[in-house]
Structures are given as structure tokens and as C-alpha cells.
């Protein structure tokens, strides 16, 4: 069965994040991911690149996986 907690671990081990949280019910995933990667791309390059970071996972088990994405200046006003 997926986890958020697996679905966190491929993510923070995919990627450098500065914040990372996801919730789910075992069916549905919301992940917010904060990220210097993510500075001068579009939502879709994003969204791109954290499915990367899932690989075949995101095809074979994971089926719905809402994402919010931020730079880390993006997150900071966020919390402002």
C-alpha cells in the first residue's frame, strides 16, 4: 500500500527540499514541496520533476497526487 510517508522519502530522496509535507488516505496524496529547483520554471516543469522523482511509482501505484510547488522566496511570502 502507498503512504505519504513513502511517497515523502522518494521525494526528499529525489530532490534537495527545504520544506516537505504529504498527506493522504492511501488512494489520494497532497504534497507541498519547497524547492530551489523549481526557481524559473513553469507549474508543469515542477510537476515534472517531482514525477521524476517517483518514476515508475507514479504510473503503477500512486493515482492521484495533488502538488503545490514553491521556490523557497515563493513559500517565504506565502507564510507572510
Known amino acids: ?5 513513502s ?4 521525494i526528499a530522496e529525489g530532490m534537495v527540499v527545504e520544506h516537505l509535507s ?3 488516505d492511501g488512494a489520494h496524496f497532497e ?6 529547483e523549481f526557481a524559473g520554471k513553469s507549474r508543469v ?4 520533476r ?6 515508475e511509482r507514479m504510473r503503477e501505484e500512486i493515482h492521484a497526487l495533488s502538488m503545490k510547488t514553491y ?5 517565504q ?4
Open 1 to 5: 500500500m502507498v503512504t505519504p510517508e
Open 7 to 10: 511517497i515523502y522519502a522518494n
Open 22 to 24: 504529504v498527506i493522504g
Open 31 to 36: 504534497a507541498v514541496i519547497v524547492s530551489a
Open 45 to 48: 516543469q515542477r510537476h515534472q
Open 50 to 55: 517531482v514525477f521524476q522523482t517517483l518514476g
Open 71 to 75: 521556490t523557497p522566496e515563493e513559500w
Open 77 to 80: 511570502k506565502q507564510a507572510d
